[in-house]
Every structure is written in C-alpha cells, then in structure tokens.
C-alpha cells in the first residue's frame, strides 16, 4: 500500500518538475530561436539595402537549420535528463515523506496483533473448559461451580486487558491539564492507591518526596507512578520495603522508586517499556506477575506526554530503581 502510494506521489512530483522543465525549455527555444534567426539574418556587417548574394541566403538557411536542429536535440536530451534523474530523486523523496506513515503503520499492525494473540489467551482456556464440561453428561454441581470460577477469572483478566488496552489507545491522544503541583502530594495519593495491596504482602511503604512543585498533570502522573509503585509490589519479596523519594537537577524533578524484589536481567532491561513485554515467564510467574507488559509501556506514554522520560536500574536478585524524570518547564 505504502510503494503504490509511494510511486503515485512521485509521480506527483515528477509531473511538477516535467511541466517546469518543458515550460523552461519552450522559453529557452523561443529566445534563441529568435536570437539565431535575428543574428544569421540581418549580420552587422550587412546593412538593409544592401544586396545579398544567393550563396549568402543558402548559407544562412543551412546555418539556420542546423542551428535549430543542435537546439532540439540539446533541449530533447536536457528534458531526458530531467525525467530520469526528477524521476529517482521524486520516488527518494516520496518514499522519504511516507516513511513517518510507513512506521506508525507498522507499529499499528504489531501493536492490534500482539493484542488480538494476548486476547485470544484467555478466550482459548474459556472454550477449551468449557467444551470439556459440556462433553460430560454427569457433570456434577461441584466441577460445574470450578469451572465458572476459573471462567471468571479469564472474564476478569480479559476487563483488565481490555482497560490497559483503552487506556493506551486513549492516552495516545490526552491533552494535558497542567498545573503546579506538589510531588509529596502527588506521591501520597498513589500511594493511597497501591497501599492495600502492599499491606497484603507485608511491605512498608516509606516516602521521602519533598514538597517541591512541578508543572503537570496531577492525574497522569499519579496514574504512572501508581503503575510503578504496583510493579515494585508485584515483583518484591514479603516484608520489604519500597522508598520513594525525589531529586531535582537545574532542569529536571525526579520522581523515584526503589525496591528490593527480584530485579530485571540486562537482556531484558532495554524491552520492558515495549507494549506486552515481559521478562521470562518462569521469573514472573514466580512473583506472580499475571500483567499484560502494558502497565510500564502506558506509564512512559503518560510521561512522554510531559516531554520528561522513565527510566530502570536494576540489579537481579537486588532490587530495581525507576525514575520518573520531568522537566521542569512543560509547555
Ligand atoms: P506487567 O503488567 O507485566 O507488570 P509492565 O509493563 O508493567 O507489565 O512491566 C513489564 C515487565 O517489566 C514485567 O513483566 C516485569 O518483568 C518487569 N518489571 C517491571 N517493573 C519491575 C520491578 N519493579 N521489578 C522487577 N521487574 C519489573
């Protein structure tokens, strides 16, 4: 789809160049052929009344033609030229102005088929269990109630997927409500929101963020960091601890999370804000991560919104540090 759009706009481009190229060359042509036909006709040396002698006029009729003919055939070649070298540069071009396009239309069709794959998971499982319980004829009420569990279970993953889903769609378009906030309160209320979560697995929360203000949109950033503080759960052993805390340079304010959990591998460090990118599955299951890889790659939507960035250090078996970095002048 790309290449025909691509050989159509050069096209487009080519007729452009074409029509100035014939249109220069006409004008070139008129003036010299008024410049030749003038100069071989009434020559300086040769007054009006004089008389010209015949061989002279033949002379001047070959010369004439000949002069007419080199004309042609310089400005046939120049116009050939043209074509073929308009013609490359054209399609270059073309092909160049598309390449935008051409990308986020890649990224499109990887991104609706990782999508489509993460959601027929969960559909699968449903059919198969299903179709097993229909094939028996004495299905009891105890194996009967299992199975609707467990059914739940895939609806509830695939409400989860489908808000992640949503959410990235959506935010690929948020306009940002901006305004000064204070990033202790900012770091208290996500911490509101992950706080019985972490309360399940033990772990304390401790936040250390200063009242120092930042120019953002309140709910996108809580949104993130709340991603964040999740993650540090999720992947962090019983009875740790997780620290929050903030640091500002003379252009940007920082936004930190630490944890002591299982870590990221180096191999992996580099992918984890792809959408659906999950470290090894038999490493996240341990820690029973049961994520989709959305939540870091919507956190880094939401920050980027902001022209700030997030960044991962991480040590495996140790611990791992994001950073949500913002800088200080968002317009
Ligand atoms: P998920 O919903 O699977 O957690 P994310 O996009 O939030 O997806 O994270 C992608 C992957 O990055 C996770 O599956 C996990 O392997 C890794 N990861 C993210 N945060 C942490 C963390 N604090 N500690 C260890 N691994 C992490």
Known sequence: MIRSAAARLALYYLAIIMALSIGFSWVVYRISDHEITNGLRRPAFLSNHMVRPAIY???????????????????VAFNSFVLIAGGALSYMLARRTLQPIEDALDRQSRFTADASHELRTPLTAMQTEIEVALRDSKLSIGPARQLLTSNLEEINKLRDLSEALLKLARDDGKSL???????DQISDQAIKRVKMVAKAKNISLVSEVKPQLVRCDRTAIIEALTILLDNAI???PEGSQIRLSSQQSAAHISLLVQDHGIGIDAKDLPHIFE??????????NKAKSGGYGLG????????NLHHGNITAKSQPGKGSTFAIILPKQVQ
């Not at 409500?177 to 990033?183: A, D, K, T, V």
């Not at 870091?296 to 920050?303: D, F, P």
């Open 234 to 236: 999720k992947f962090s």
């Open 57 to 75: 006029d033949r002379f001047t009729q070959d010369r004439l033609y000949e002069a007419h003919n080199n004309l042609r055939v310089d400005l």
């Open 275 to 284: 959408r659906f990118y999950r470290q090894d599955q038999s490493r996240s």
């Open 177 to 183: 409500n901006l305004h000064r906030e204070s990033l």
């Open 296 to 303: 870091l790659a919507i956190a880094m939507r939401l920050v």
